[in-house]
């Protein structure tokens, strides 16, 4: 039976649409990460004392209205606004790729509050920005209910919202996210490292000289304290 010229357009669509999904897993993968970035800053950005009243508006037989007050900022009006903008943030990012593992990820190119922003081994074009925007649009249509509801809670860390989108609910990593490292404006991950070594060198010592103390010894006249 010979297929008509419909059908074999549709086929061959469906096919396309295949081998794009298996090339660009790591696309896919990464919008994902960005987006849950991108809705977890703007939802730090609001007043966390703003509130919105929701519940039930209709008064019943003794004139009462059930009724509650949450976070704006975790209320589904708000992040229903939130979800339909997200995506035009994606060109604030560029491609990274791994030298040794050719690994493809996501990094945005500005600085949000002067972080240190690493910007090696970086693509930047407009065929990155329209394709990682066309993801996260996908990802978007497919999980808006499943964002609003991810995010209409407050508490866990960002490694952990990746996560239980992109990971469990919309399967589109095979890996889970690390845990973002916080670093101090004006330093980078080395001087951070740096710091922590001597910290805990100097704690060591501090250590060490207390426990060579003799036995029944005096404390010196700094080392005493006075119980209220």
């Keep these: 039976m010979l297929m008509s010229f419909g059908e074999v357009l549709t ?19 990464g919008a994902c990460h960005v987006l849950v970035d991108e809705i977890d800053h703007a939802i730090k950005q609001i007043d966390p004392r703003k509130t919105i009243q929701v519940g ?23 992040l229903t606004e939130l979800v339909e903008t997200v ?20 990094v945005r190119t500005s600085s949000r509050n002067g972080e240190t922003l690493s910007l ?17 649009e996908s990802i978007i249509e497919d999980f808006e209910d499943d964002i609003v509801k991810l ?11 990746q996560n239980s989108l992109c990971l469990d609910t919309a399967e589109l990593c095979t890996e889970p996210a690390a845990e973002k490292q916080v670093t101090k404006p004006g330093e980078n991950a080395e001087t951070a490292e740096a710091e922590t070594t001597e910290a805990e060198t100097t704690e060591t010592e501090g250590t060490e000289t207390e426990s060579s ?4 010894s005096q404390p010196e006249a700094g080392e005493i304290h006075e119980d209220l």
């Design 11 to 29: 086929v061959l669509a469906l096919f396309l649409a295949f081998c794009s999904a298996k090339r660009d897993a790591e696309l896919y993968c």
């Design 56 to 78: 039930s508006f209709r008064v019943d037989p003794k004139g009462d209205q059930k009724t509650w007050e949450i976070p704006y900022a975790r209320s589904e009006v708000y």
């Design 87 to 106: 995506c035009e943030h994606m060109n604030q990012y560029a491609q990274s790729t791994d030298p040794q593992t050719q690994k493809k990820t996501y």
């Design 120 to 136: 090696s081994n970086i693509s930047m074009n407009q065929d990155i920005s329209k394709a990682l925007r066309f993801a996260c």
């Design 151 to 161: 995010f209409s809670k407050e508490g866990p860390k960002l490694h952990e919202l």
């Design 213 to 216: 103390k003799p036995e029944g």
